[in-house]
């Protein structure tokens, strides 16, 4: 069950030791600075202790005095100027940055956030023609900008200056910009390249006012934390320095919005932003416009901080909501007889919310472990939009560029893709996905490669040992959260939590203590944990909360137990976290197949026989195969790492037995008594004698076994001349004591029986 290939911590060593002592600081915390190849006392303590001044010099950018002197010239002449940004959480920041800043130096300042569905990504010509018609003399672009050939071109034949502030890739031929501030600009100096684009206007603030603008760093904290950038160099600074700013914030729109929010100033930390903040501004430009973020940081309106901050969260409820809709009804299409055995796949649907396909298709890639793309259109005479996230080390950008001339639009790069294709040209780009899995040797729900930092004992899991780790803190791209691996001596309280119940808590045991665990989304671990033997979690240490107390807390990441092969969930009645696992829900009847169908989700069920099931390696024997002969083709199609045996029968069927030698007597007395019976008779016959028809029939194929009864023309007759035998050396009767015993054997034999029974045909 588990997510990831595991590589052990690597043990600590004497140089840890000698760098523990050098800095004043525990081993394991040493050990952690070297692992992040911080080797030396004076590399790690000014990691440990980020200082403004450590923040470089924003002139020693590209064009930051030419871009400086030209906002500086437009301030002084009254021109207006109008600040170009972007709709996700950097390019509201961005915007919020530079408006600020500009506002509070006197600038005629104005600001323009393009719109998702009508204007598209980056520089747009014809926003950029209106701004020119309305006046603008200025345009100062952040969070975008390079790729802006045409519309600088324009700009610059209507005498409007353009000032790019980007963060992005660089094209191989740049715009002909008035000034282009890029910290990764063609033979730059600037020592860190790897700014978010409020990072960069937070520089460009940084100049414009000769002092570091501690009032922005927040704004600059949650551009650089919501765009995932190394939290190292200048970004540890300006994450550092910006969470204590944003615990202690006075902008009105963020108090706002931790209110609805239900944040707790104090306890904001790098996670606040990236699951609670970033999420809520980025929803923004998905759902609604982005123009209301920068609006809601920058008011000093209490009422207007209110309603904004109201409906910022309102749009983010929306965009959860149709992200579960749209999810639940992707993943149902990505597990039908279509869709089933591939390796890729290409989700299709209509009406479906075009700024949230992406976050859809990252869902269903991470639920299946393919590689997806989500696409939709409003009516059936549309184009196809949608975006794609990739799975493994699968090359999703690679797939798909030979196919770049059959879309309408393409971009993105190995684990991203958006585009615009015709309806008629989506078989082919399906096919393409599957030919380039074959090409990369991609196999779905292969596991990716993960090491731990250290290996930790339950009892180890304490505040003061929260605290330690806390010095590396803030953690992120680059500097993630240490990974802990723990071998528990017991796991208790396994439950499901949360109103889908997707979500696993349980408590971990050592020698002195015990620790509450969480693990998002993971359920479907839960039964792997219980009476699990050698297990290791893998997981980080969190703090946790309530109530006025803090105490720790582990949040799982992973499970890797020596469960084996075979497990047995046999039980005489069905419980429903037996189908709760993320594994193939295999029938040996078809009967048991539909009847129980209701107990499944969106798990695969499939018949024992099926030549698909060959593509599962998790498998739950739901009902009981009838002969070995079943068990053994099952064993011939399938390789499972897996298997869950509930083999359930109903009490009708275990209820099935022999019928006795009285009622044999009584049967066949009867047909000595008629001579003749006709098929259609059976019913009533079998009525007289108290039997069900099949039992009936099945005395009579006995009785054909051993001479008693043959048909004579298209009745049943009763033979005068029968030999008396013995019911067992019917081959009827045979067969029926071998299904009944193998039947007695599977569903109620010891497990050590059933097992050796099984691993003969799982081998």
Request: net charge negative; glycine share 6%; charged share 20%.
């Amino acid at each position: 069950m588990n997510r990831f290939t595991w590589t052990a911590p690597h043990p600590i060593t004497q140089e840890d030791q000698t760098l523990a002592a050098a800095i004043s600081q525990p081993v394991t915390v040493a050990h952690l600075l070297r692992t992040r190849g911080l080797t030396t006392a004076e590399a790690a303590e000014h990691f440990l202790a980020p200082q403004l001044t450590d923040l470089h010099d924003p002139f020693a950018l590209h064009d930051m005095t030419k871009a400086c002197d030209r906002i500086k010239q437009a301030i002084t002449a009254g021109e207006k100027i109008t600040i170009y940004g972007d709709y996700d959480a950097d390019g509201i920041t961005s915007t919020a940055i530079m408006q600020e800043t500009l506002d509070n130096l006197g600038a005629d300042v104005h600001f323009y956030i393009p719109n998702r569905f009508t204007d598209g990504y980056g520089p747009n010509l014809a926003v950029y023609k209106y701004l020119v018609e309305t006046g603008t003399q200025l345009i100062i672009t952040v969070d975008n900008g390079v790729t802006g050939h045409d519309e600088v071109a324009y700009c610059n034949d209507h005498n409007v200056d353009v000032i790019i502030t980007d963060h992005h890739e660089l094209p191989e031929t740049l715009p002909e910009a008035t000034a282009i501030v890029h910290a990764r600009y063609p033979d730059s100096t600037y020592p860190f390249g790897q700014l978010s684009g409020a990072g960069v206007a937070f520089k460009v603030a940084s100049a414009l006012m000769d002092t570091v603008p501690v009032d922005l760093l927040d704004l600059a904290a949650i551009g650089t934390i919501a765009d995932v950038m190394p939290l190292v160099d200048e970004n540890r600074v300006i994450a550092t320095y910006g969470l204590q700013q944003l615990q202690k914030t006075d902008r009105l729109g963020l108090q706002a919005l931790y209110q609805v929010a239900q944040i707790a100033p104090e306890t904001i930390d790098e996670e606040t932003v990236g699951f609670a903040l970033a999420p809520r501004l980025n929803a923004l430009g998905r759902v609604d416009d982005g123009t209301v973020g920068v609006t809601l940081l920058t008011t000093f309106d209490p009422d207007e901080a209110a309603q904004l901050a109201q409906q910022v969260d309102d749009t983010n409820s929306t965009r959860k909501t149709w992200v579960k809709q749209m999810a639940d009804t992707a993943l149902r299409q990505a597990q039908d007889a279509d869709h089933a055995a591939r390796r890729t796949l290409v989700i299709t649907g209509e009406g479906w919310h075009e700024g949230v396909l992406g976050i859809v298709a990252n869902h269903v890639a991470e639920a299946t472990g393919k590689p997806t793309i989500v696409l939709s259109r409003e009516k059936p005479t549309d184009d196809y939009k949608g975006s794609g996230r990739t799975a493994g080390d699968y090359n999703l950008f690679a797939a798909l560029n030979p196919q770049r001339d059959a879309c309408v639009a393409f971009g993105g790069h190995a684990a991203a893709v958006g585009l615009t294709v015709s309806a008629a040209n989506v078989p082919a780009l399906a096919q393409a996905m599957e030919d380039a899995a074959v090409a990369q040797d991609f196999k779905p729900g292969a596991k990716p490669a993960q090491t731990a930092d250290l290996s930790v004992a339950v009892d180890e899991l304490t505040m003061t040992f929260y605290d330690q780790l806390a010095v590396l803190a803030p953690f992120g791209n680059t500097n993630p959260r240490p990974i802990l691996a723990v071998v528990p001596d017991l796991i208790r309280g396994v439950q499901a939590m949360g109103q889908t119940k997707d979500h696993l808590r349980c408590q971990i045991v050592g020698t002195k203590q015990s620790v509450n665990t969480v693990g998002f989304n993971l359920a479907a671990m839960g039964p792997s944990l219980v009476g699990a033997d050698d297990v290791t979690l893998y997981g980080t240490l969190q703090q946790n909360t309530w109530n006025g107390k803090t105490t720790v807390q582990f949040q799982l990441l992973d499970v890797v137990t020596a469960t084996p092969l075979l497990n047995d969930w046999r039980s005489s009645t069905l419980q429903r976290s037996q189908f709760s696992l993320d594994a193939a829900y295999v029938f040996f009847q078809k009967a048991y197949a539909k009847r129980l169908s209701n107990y499944l989700q969106d798990q695969p069920r499939i018949m024992f026989d099926d030549p698909q099931i060959r593509q599962y390696t998790k498998l739950v024997l739901v009902d009981a195969p009838t002969d070995l002969a079943q068990l053994q083709t099952l064993g011939q199609n399938v390789t499972p790492e897996q298997v869950w045996v509930i083999f359930y029968a109903s009490q009708a069927r275990r209820d099935e037995a022999l019928p006795g030698k009285k009622v044999f007597g009584q049967v066949f007395n009867l047909f000595k008594a008629k001579q003749r019976v006709a098929p259609k008779d059976l019913p009533a016959l079998a009525a007289q004698v108290r039997l069900d028809v099949p039992s009936l029939r099945f005395i009579i194929q006995v009785f054909f076994d051993l001479g008693f009864l043959a048909m004579a023309g298209d009745m049943i007759a009763f033979q005068a001349d029968l030999t008396p035998q013995a019911l067992t050396a019917a081959p009827h009767y045979q067969a029926r004591v071998q299904q009944i015993q193998f039947a007695q054997t599977l569903q109620t034999g010891s497990w050590a029986k059933v097992r050796a029974l099984l691993s003969d045909q799982f081998h």
